[in-house]
């Protein structure tokens, strides 16, 4: 039987993005017991429905499939594709069950990016889905960052959309925002559709194609994973790149890094300099270091 990697510090952390009362929709889990880490960035239905009391659907999608992947994950033999779609179909059906979602369209619905950390077999095994990013930390000093860049990349086209926008109508960005939601509606229909993106949702269609990496024991130093908000620190000019973020974080820099990020998204408050539909997202990592 192959040893399990000892876990000698394992930390979360949050920040929750700008906008008054509203929820933080990431959510992170660390479960030492199960040998594993998770990182759920949900995204809320574009057309603002909701019917999760208390909080946005978001927010309660993605606590609540945070929180049902580890006893999914805890079977070694259950691959993280089978772990994911059992987990997705709990967390379904019981949103399913609240009044009001079944009349919702499928736009209106939840969904959302996620990175799982495996540690318990012979490998260290990064999963993601979405636009979530993982580093794993290597003992000889070097690092190979994981991010699937598709999302991302429609992302950005509709930023730049809204730059040109706002400087042709002399509108600020939040209002160029506002006049292109169409555009971004358009992405949000491309989700688990061939030629579009994969994510994590009601439906679970996506979670099929979630990307697993893995990588001998023995050469793992700490494994990070972070929602795009967090990884925003690079294009902010806080760290150089996002293997840096990691390695900062592995440093007991990860507060500091995270208050860094918040004070250069107020300094570009109204998102001239780098282009983003708003000042700040939720920022949230998982850090799990062994020795």
């Known amino acids: 039987m192959s040893q399990v ?36 960035d ?56 609240i009044p009001g979602t079944t009349r919702l369209a499928r736009i209106d619905e939840p969904n959302a990016s996620l990175a799982i950390l495996r540690w318990g077999g012979n490998q260290v095994e990064v999963s993601l889905l979405g636009d979530c990013t993982a580093v794993v930390l290597h003992s000889n000093g070097t690092a ?14 509709n ?14 960005m939040a209002q160029a925002r506002k006049a292109l939601n169409p555009c971004f509606i358009e992405n949000r229909l491309k989700m688990n559709e061939p030629d579009g993106y994969w994510a994590a949702d009601i439906s679970c269609r996506g979670m099929a194609h979630v990307q697993s990496f893995f990588f001998p024991k023995e050469q793992v130093e700490a494994l990070f994973a972070c929602s795009d908000g967090f990884a925003a620190a690079v294009e902010m000019g806080v760290v150089k790149g996002v293997d840096e973020l990691a390695r900062g974080v592995s440093q007991g820099k990860g507060a500091l890094l995270g208050q860094a990020l918040r004070k250069e998204e107020q300094l ?24």
């Not at 510090?9 to 199960?34: C, K, M, P, Q």
């Not at 309660?60 to 499939?65: C, G, P, S, V």
């Not at 190979?144 to 086209?157: P, R």
Request: net charge negative; hydrophobic share 35%; glycine share 6%.
């Open 5 to 40: 990697l000892q876990v000698c510090h394992a930390e979360t952390n949050t920040w929750t993005g700008s906008g008054v009362g509203r929820f933080n929709e990431d959510y992170a889990h660390i479960s030492l017991e199960d040998c594993c880490a998770v990182v759920v």
């Open 42 to 97: 949900g995204a809320t239905g574009l057309t603002k429905a909701n019917v999760v009391a208390g909080e946005s659907d978001a927010s309660w999608y993605a606590r609540k499939l945070a929180c049902a992947l580890p006893t999914a994950l805890a079977d070694p033999s259950c691959t993280t594709k089978d772990a994911l779609l059992q987990a997705g179909s709990q967390v379904a059906e019981a949103y399913r069950r």
């Open 144 to 157: 190979s960052v994981l991010h699937d860049n598709t999302l991302t990349k429609l992302d950005n086209e």
């Open 159 to 172: 930023y730049e959309r809204m730059y040109a926008f706002a400087l042709e109508r002399g509108t600020t």
């Open 268 to 291: 570009d408050a109204d998102c001239w300099r780098v282009h983003r539909s708003k000042t700040s997202d939720d920022a949230t990592y998982v850090l799990v270091k062994f020795g």
